[in-house]
């Protein structure tokens, strides 16, 4: 059984950043692609970032490329989000997700394997 956490969500204003961490638990977190997608109201569930097993490929969504980073620290089960220049269109709820045994980063949100309760992030103007 995997279990994944979220936290450092929260209110920021326009411009400002937000680290969000997922930590995961379970074995071979290594073998396990990441990704982070959210939810604002009234909207579909949408890809925001995706991370290999060992860091080395990273995929991103247009809206958020050039302000956003995801990382992973393998040692500590902890996927991260850095979310620079944030804008009120970033306020959603930000869920962490990992794939069963699968190194290979997707956007697709229907090949993950397991979620986090989410985090909110607001982004006021």
């Given at each position: 059984?995997?279990?994944?956490?979220?936290?450092?969500?929260?209110?920021?204003?326009?411009?400002?950043?937000?680290?969000l961490?997922?930590e995961?638990?379970?074995?071979?977190?290594?073998?396990?692609?990441?990704?982070?997608?959210?939810?604002?109201?009234?909207?579909?569930?949408?890809?925001?970032?995706?991370?290999?097993?060992?860091?080395?490929?990273r995929y991103?969504?247009?809206?958020?490329?050039?302000?956003?980073?995801?990382?992973?620290?393998?040692?500590?089960n902890?996927?991260?989000l850095?979310?620079?220049s944030?804008?009120?269109?970033?306020?959603?709820?930000?869920?962490?997700?990992?794939?069963?045994?699968?190194?290979?980063?997707?956007?697709?949100?229907?090949?993950?394997?397991?979620?986090?309760?989410?985090?909110?992030?607001?982004?006021?103007?």
């Open positions: 059984q995997v279990q994944l956490v979220e936290s450092g969500g929260g209110l920021v204003q326009a411009g400002g950043s937000l680290r961490s997922c995961g638990s379970g074995r071979t977190f290594s073998n396990k692609a990441m990704g982070w997608f959210r939810q604002a109201p009234g909207k579909e569930r949408e890809f925001v970032a995706s991370i290999s097993g060992s860091g080395g490929t991103y969504a247009d809206s958020v490329k050039g302000r956003f980073t995801i990382s992973r620290d393998n040692a500590k902890t996927v991260y850095q979310m620079n944030l804008k009120p269109e970033d306020t959603a709820v930000y869920y962490c997700a990992a794939r069963l045994n699968m190194a290979q980063a997707t956007t697709q949100a229907n090949l993950y394997d397991y979620w986090g309760q989410g985090t909110q992030v607001t982004v006021s103007s």
